[in-house]
């Protein structure tokens, strides 16, 4: 029902900065919750940051002062700005769509997901 596709990984630098886009479909975006993670190889999937349906915010420790997470809802878009980029920061970066309840850090209780971007931090 919801789709959803990941843009603007790629290799930068250690202090560089890169901006994820995540393009949803679905007649009622504004009313999702939204979120990203990520996922290193060799480890589970982590939760980075996530916005409610009322642009509430909430990131993980690691990433709390670096990374910002925003929506445009009539672009059906949500966004990640990285700025300050680490090499642990390395990973396929995911959203997520929840259609069912405020914000969430459980990726196991997300409805969409996409197939991800690489986000490659050099040192």
């Known amino acids: 029902q919801v789709q959803l596709v990941e843009s603007g990984g790629g290799l930068v630098q250690a202090g560089g900065s ?3 886009s995540c393009a949803a479909s679905g007649r009622a975006f504004s009313s999702y919750a939204m979120g990203w993670f990520r996922q290193a190889p060799g480890k589970e999937r982590e939760f980075v940051a996530a916005i ?3 642009t ?3 990131y993980a420790h690691s990433v709390k002062g670096r990374f910002t997470i925003s929506r445009d ?3 059906n878009t949500v966004y990640l700005q990285m700025n300050s980029l680490k090499p642990e920061d390395t990973a396929v970066y ?3 769509a929840d259609l ?3 914000i969430r850090t459980d990726p196991r209780e997300y409805d969409y997901w996409g197939q991800g971007t690489q986000v490659t931090v050099s040192s």
Do not use: F, H, M
Request: glycine share 12%; proline share 6%; charged share 10%.
């Open 52 to 54: 409610s349906s009322s």
């Open 73 to 75: 809802n009539p672009k």
């Open 56 to 58: 509430g915010t909430y």
């Open 100 to 102: 069912t309840s405020g």
């Open 18 to 20: 890169l901006r994820l």
């Open 94 to 96: 995911y959203c997520a």
